[in-house]
């Protein structure tokens, strides 16, 4: 059972767009939740993270949004960068020792 | 180096051998995980160390996949009788505490079994 879930596989922008990507949680216990970024070849790197008692949380040009009631979360990239192309995990914890993630979502800045 | 290093990179294996993996993760790190990602999912936990204790091995898919931390730091992961459906990247990660806020992880070893 998916418990996080990304339902957009793949995602292209325009370079200096906004990149929106989404994910969707079903466990109401998760308390923290994270995004990692994945290029080819190399493991996830940690972007950002929020924890649940926040709604928002902003790193330079990476913002996460999340929306409790909704159980859903985004994140936002202005402007984006074609070194922004890469796949985007979702993540969320509530045991303290394990990642539940999504399946991704393969982000495609244009130049 | 500095971060978490995996090795091998790339295994073949025949089904029915046994494999080792091996995870050396940041040195002075609490805690490690091994998480399996199959081809177009995203990582599935496995396993959990603290130090040299596995407090969680809820992850593992069955009893084939055996893993130690005997010193409570490099870290093995094995699989034993190797079987297609474990074909997959084994991702390594480590955290400087007991949670995993800030996990690091490794580039993965690509595990296929032909």
């Known amino acids: 059972d998916q418990q996080v879930k990304q339902n957009s596989p793949s995602l292209s922008v325009q370079e200096g767009r906004i990149s929106i990507l989404n994910c969707d949680y079903t466990n109401s216990m998760f308390d923290y939740f994270l995004w990692y970024k994945k290029y080819p070849a190399e493991g996830p790197t940690f972007l950002i993270s929020i924890s649940s008692i926040k709604d928002k949380n902003e790193d330079g040009r990476f913002t996460v949004f999340l929306n409790k009631s909704a159980k859903h979360l985004s994140l936002h990239i202005v402007p984006s960068q074609p070194g922004d192309s890469a796949v985007y995990f979702c993540a969320a914890i509530y045991t303290g020792n394990q990642f539940y993630f999504g399946t991704g979502t393969s982000l495609t800045v244009i130049p | 180096g500095a971060g978490v290093s995996q090795s091998p990179r790339y295994k073949v294996a025949k089904r029915g051998q046994d494999v080792a993996l091996r995870c050396d993760p940041i040195?002075?790190?609490?805690?490690l995980f091994w998480y399996q990602q199959a081809l177009g999912q995203g990582p599935e936990f496995l396993t959990y160390?603290?130090?040299?204790?596995?407090?969680?091995k809820s992850g593992l898919p069955s009893d084939r996949f055996f893993a130690e931390r005997p010193e409570g730091s490099v870290s093995t992961l094995k699989i034993q009788r190797t079987q297609q459906e474990d074909s997959a990247v084994y991702l390594c990660?480590?955290?400087?505490?007991?949670?995993?806020?800030?996990?690091?992880f490794g580039q993965g070893t690509r595990l296929t079994v032909v």
């Open positions: 990660a480590s955290s400087p505490r007991a949670s995993n806020t800030e996990a690091f």
């Open positions: 160390f603290q130090n040299e204790a596995q407090l969680d």
């Open positions: 040195s002075g790190h609490v805690s």
